[in-house]
């Protein structure tokens, strides 16, 4: 059974910076995509990063420049780092898989941005 634990959220100040990590048991995470996604207040879930299997990543408009995602593959750990965060930036952030066609999902971490 895949799991997938969330970390790391809080609150931060505009500019600030946190890491989110993604901690997976019952697969390899280097064996799949796996995805950041964000749900902000009122707002649908959005995709906003990629890290592929071969350790290219993607990211959206909306975060390219400012978030990096990272996976240690002996730790089976994905991370999150997030710079230069905006108040936009508030919402729960999640990973994400698809494991034998099963759609996994973390629990989710809360991030906002605010002074």
């Known amino acids: 059974q895949v799991q997938l634990v969330e970390s790391g959220g809080g609150l931060v100040e505009p500019g600030g910076s946190l890491r989110l990590s993604c901690a997976a048991s019952?697969?390899?995470?280097?064996?799949?995509?796996m995805h950041w996604y964000r749900q902000g207040p009122g707002k649908q879930r959005e995709l906003i990063a990629n890290?592929?299997?071969?350790?290219?990543?993607y990211y959206d408009d909306s975060v390219k420049g400012r978030f990096t995602v990272s996976r240690d593959d002996v730790k089976n750990t994905m991370y999150l780092q997030m710079n230069s965060l905006k108040p936009e930036d508030t919402a729960v952030y999640y990973c994400?898989?698809?494991?034998?066609?099963?759609?996994?999902w973390g629990q989710g971490t809360q991030v906002t941005v605010s002074s």
């Open positions: 994400n898989t698809v494991y034998k066609t099963q759609n996994s």
């Open positions: 019952g697969i390899m995470l280097k064996a799949y995509t």
């Open positions: 890290i592929f299997s071969d350790g290219v990543s």
